[in-house]
Structures are given as C-alpha cells and as structure tokens.
C-alpha cells in the first residue's frame, strides 16, 4: 500500500516536474542567448530570474528526493519493525506494569 498510494505518485510528480523545469530552463537559455546577441545588457533581470528558478528548485528537489528515500527506507525495514518492536535491552513500557 505505502508503493502504491505513496511512493510511486510522489516520483511520478518530483519526475514530471523536474523535466517540465528543466525544459523551461533551457527555453529561458536560449532566450538569453538570442538576447545576449542582440543587446548585451539587457540580459541581467533575465539571469536574475534564472538563478532564482534554480535555486527554489534546488531548494525543493532536495528534501523531496530525502523524503521519497526515507519512504524507501520505511519500506524496506517495515517488517522487521513489526516483527520485534521492543528491543531486548531497552525497557518495555507495556511490560512493566
């Protein structure tokens, strides 16, 4: 259920979005380029935009990849800590009464 419901739409968007911002970032390149040919001074706001957009995706991209990884981890030990959910050498609070 986590793959399914989770996991595979959360890549599936991180994915879709990440080639859709790369797309635009190239189209804003060669906008530049033809600017920068055209009159070279012209081309600051525009190199301010792009930094801009690269760096909230960074600044996105970044925790999105950690928590679809975190969900991998999840997945992988979820049994395991389902199986044994009290240590052996920590103290059981349900045990204890």
């Not at 950690?66 to 103290?91: H, K, M, Q, S």
């Amino acid at each position: 259920m986590l793959r399914r419901f989770v996991i595979i739409p959360l890549i599936t968007c991180l994915t879709i979005g990440t080639i859709f911002l790369l797309g635009g970032l190239i189209s804003l390149m060669r906008i530049r380029n033809v600017i920068k040919i055209q009159d070279r001074t012209k081309t600051s706001k525009l190199e301010k935009l792009m930094v801009r957009i690269g760096l909230y995706s960074i600044l996105y991209t970044v925790p999105a990849t950690f928590v679809i990884g975190i969900y991998f981890y999840e997945l992988r030990y979820r049994a395991t800590w389902e199986e044994n959910p009290f240590c052996d050498d920590c103290p059981n609070l349900l045990r204890s009464s």
